[in-house]
């Protein structure tokens, strides 16, 4: 297993710095184009669009939200106005690559998200560039990318460590300002000018923060072992093929009726095992009381599996994710099996409910992006199910002889979208709690001493 968390590349980036101060090498402008898109990609992506993932009740928010909104205005171009969305990009690796970069132009959008301006193209760096600007420009991107699907309960759940490690970012920022600066062209010092004085601006306002960021080693990527037999091993590989698969299945046009059944089955399985585990596994009885939680997420996804019984939309399943299903299965017993001296030397009870909590949390998803979808299946005319299920007698009858499935509509099925949005509701709850409550994996405490302006 190799694992990489948001904490990690944080970290690595401070590191960076270290070798960007002493540096003789002169940062070109487009260098310095590719570092300062990528610091507002990433403050973009830890922060929301004009700040919503910070929360309303934390005590920095105004701080925060004031760094968002006031990134420097781009030099380049015609615009008077900030673009605070991700731009449209497509993973090449380490970093993102803009789909426009080829040959295009990156637009930067007002309020109303209309376009105002239109950007040179950006040359963003190489992984092998070995300038110690294009390596922290990297590092960068990969923090980005990884925050692009963090669940935002996850990169909320700790108000202060969203205000450490913005703080953090913005440390960087100066950091890489001043250094440019010092020995960079003149000629293009307005906007390094401009976007150095926003962060140390910004690190003032928010006021010198701690150094440890938990909330950020939730936020992983994680190359699983494949080769291994091991318990751990073995979940952890299920879960991150068994997540690609159902939301690779659950994104198609008309999702099939089996993939939610087995959502509904797995969220019971899942949940009901991990309040088994934060109750009776060892060291863990901190997480006790999210028992009663995680038991009602149980209780609604077996409920909303009854209602699924018997309908379809004709849609099929693949096998991989069918597949993959059954992988997740065989882990899950492996794991709930009654212990043995054996497994038991093997099985790390911390790291199995690391694994549990991420399958939860993207269990939760896959009902929440699915929240509305029996209504409108049902309103569409394109769920199928028994003659039986009919709420009209008289069509009942009509329709009884020879027919095996009928179109259904909303009245045939009233119990099936509450049911399901009740699912969704208590596992999200189950789920936030998780998130907020798991300490996750400990990072590497390699943070600079007074980090704030490094």
Same mark, same amino acid.
Request: charged letters at 25%; a neutral charge.
């Given at each position: 297993m190799s694992?990489?968390?948001?904490?990690d590349?944080?970290?690595?980036?401070?590191?960076?710095?270290?070798d960007?101060?002493?540096s003789?090498?002169?940062?070109t402008?487009?260098?310095?184009d590719?570092f300062?898109?990528?610091?507002?990609?990433?403050?973009?992506?830890l922060l929301?669009r004009?700040?919503?993932?910070?929360?309303h009740?934390?005590?920095?928010?105004?701080?925060?939200l004031?760094?968002?909104?006031?990134?420097?205005?781009?030099?380049?171009?015609r615009?008077?106005?900030?673009?605070?969305?991700?731009?449209s990009?497509?993973?090449?690796?380490l970093?993102?690559?803009p789909?426009?970069?080829?040959?295009?132009?990156?637009?930067?959008?007002?309020?109303?998200?209309?376009? =105002? &301006? %239109? *950007? /040179? #193209?950006?040359?963003?760096p190489?992984?092998? $560039?070995?300038?110690p600007? +294009? !390596?922290?420009?990297? @590092?960068?991107?990969?923090?980005?990318?990884?925050?692009?699907?963090?669940?935002?309960?996850?990169?909320?759940?700790?108000?202060?460590?969203?205000?450490?490690?913005?703080?953090?970012?913005?440390?960087?920022?100066?950091?890489?300002?001043?250094h440019?600066?010092?020995?960079g062209?003149?000629?293009?010092?307005?906007?390094v000018?401009?976007?150095?004085?926003?962060?140390e601006?910004?690190?003032?306002?928010?006021?010198?923060?701690?150094?440890?960021?938990?909330?950020?080693n939730?936020? =992983? &990527? %994680? *190359? /699983? #072992?494949?080769?291994?037999?091991?318990?751990? $091993?073995?979940?952890?590989? +299920? !879960?991150?093929?068994? @997540?690609?698969?159902?939301?690779?299945?659950?994104?198609?046009?008309?999702?099939?009726?089996?993939?939610?059944?087995v959502?509904?089955?797995?969220?019971?399985?899942?949940?009901g095992?991990?309040?088994e585990?934060?109750?009776?596994?060892?060291?863990?009885?901190?997480?006790?009381?999210?028992?009663?939680?995680?038991?009602?997420?149980?209780?609604?996804?077996?409920a909303?599996?009854?209602?699924?019984?018997?309908?379809?939309?004709?849609?099929?399943?693949?096998?991989?994710f069918l597949?993959?299903?059954?992988?997740?299965?065989d882990?899950?017993?492996a794991?709930?099996?009654?212990?043995?001296? +054996?497994?038991?030397?093997?099985?790390?009870?911390?790291?199995t409910?690391?694994d549990?909590?991420?399958?939860?949390?993207?269990?939760?998803?896959?009902?929440?992006?699915?929240?509305?979808l029996?209504?409108?299946?049902?309103?569409?005319?394109?769920l199928?199910?028994?003659?039986?299920?009919?709420?009209?007698?008289?069509e009942?009858?009509?329709?009884?002889?020879?027919?095996?499935?009928?179109?259904?509509?909303?009245?045939?099925?009233?119990?099936?979208?509450?049911?399901?949005?009740?699912?969704?509701?208590?596992?999200?709850?189950?789920?936030?709690?998780?998130a907020?409550?798991?300490?996750?994996r400990?990072?590497?405490?390699?943070?600079?001493?007074?980090?704030?302006l490094?």
């Amino acid at each position: 297993m190799s694992t990489t968390t948001a904490a990690d590349l944080l970290d690595r980036a401070h590191a960076l710095t270290r070798d960007l101060r002493r540096s003789d090498n002169t940062p070109t402008r487009g260098q310095w184009d590719a570092f300062d898109h990528t610091v507002h990609r990433l403050l973009t992506n830890l922060l929301g669009r004009r700040g919503c993932n910070i929360p309303h009740r934390s005590e920095r928010r105004n701080q925060l939200l004031s760094a968002a909104l006031t990134y420097p205005q781009p030099s380049r171009g015609r615009t008077t106005a900030v673009n605070l969305a991700p731009r449209s990009a497509r993973p090449t690796g380490l970093g993102l690559v803009p789909e426009t970069a080829a040959g295009g132009h990156l637009d930067a959008t007002n309020d109303h998200g209309t376009s =105002t &301006a %239109t *950007l /040179p #193209d950006l040359d963003l760096p190489s992984a092998t $560039d070995p300038d110690p600007l +294009a !390596r922290l420009t990297c @590092t960068l991107g990969a923090l980005a990318d990884l925050l692009v699907d963090a669940s935002p309960w996850v990169v909320t759940s700790g108000q202060g460590d969203l205000a450490d490690a913005t703080t953090r970012v913005l440390s960087v920022a100066a950091v890489a300002g001043r250094h440019t600066l010092s020995v960079g062209n003149l000629d293009d010092a307005d906007r390094v000018l401009a976007v150095g004085q926003w962060a140390e601006r910004s690190i003032r306002l928010i006021g010198e923060r701690s150094a440890t960021t938990a909330t950020l080693n939730r936020v =992983t &990527a %994680t *190359l /699983p #072992d494949r080769a291994s037999h091991g318990v751990n $091993d073995r979940l952890e590989t +299920a !879960r991150v093929d068994w @997540t690609n698969a159902a939301q690779a299945e659950v994104g198609r046009l008309i999702p099939s009726v089996d993939v939610l059944r087995v959502i509904a089955n797995q969220g019971a399985h899942l949940y009901g095992l991990t309040a088994e585990m934060v109750q009776n596994g060892p060291g863990l009885a901190r997480e006790a009381e999210l028992v009663p939680d995680l038991a009602d997420a149980a209780r609604a996804f077996r409920a909303a599996d009854r209602q699924w019984a018997g309908l379809t939309t004709l849609t099929r399943p693949t096998h991989e994710f069918l597949s993959e299903s059954r992988r997740l299965l065989d882990a899950l017993k492996a794991v709930a099996a009654p212990p043995t001296l +054996a497994a038991t030397a093997e099985l790390d009870p911390e790291r199995t409910l690391s694994d549990l909590v991420a399958l939860a949390i993207t269990t939760a998803e896959l009902a929440a992006e699915t929240s509305d979808l029996p209504i409108r299946l049902l309103r569409s005319h394109l769920l199928f199910g028994p003659v039986d299920r009919l709420a009209d007698p008289l069509e009942r009858l009509k329709r009884r002889t020879g027919t095996r499935a009928v179109s259904l509509g909303i009245l045939d099925a009233p119990d099936l979208q509450a049911r399901w949005f009740e699912a969704g509701s208590a596992s999200r709850a189950a789920a936030h709690q998780l998130a907020v409550r798991h300490p996750g994996r400990r990072g590497p405490d390699v943070a600079p001493r007074g980090f704030a302006l490094l």
